[in-house]
């Protein structure tokens, strides 16, 4: 299992928190997102690493920013 850890700005509720999950979980690889609003993490597992770029475009389209941890 690869772990990847993002730091995500802008959340500020559960339905914040909602919104990067379901996008994450639809780039290719990941099986598992685990997001908190009062930490700002992403934690990221995949069987294989996945691409930074795919992950951080998702949170850029959920309406939030994400940069490696």
Do not use: W
Not at 45 to 67: C, H, K, L, M, R
């Amino acid at each position: 299992m690869v772990t990847s850890e993002f730091a995500v700005t802008g959340m500020t509720c559960g339905h914040c928190e909602k919104s990067v999950r379901e996008e994450v979980s639809k780039v290719a690889g990941v099986e598992n997102v685990e997001v908190s609003v009062q930490s700002g993490r992403l934690v990221v597992n995949s069987a294989t690493p996945v691409s930074e770029t795919d992950v951080i475009a998702a949170v850029d389209e959920a309406g939030y920013q994400a940069v490696p941890a």
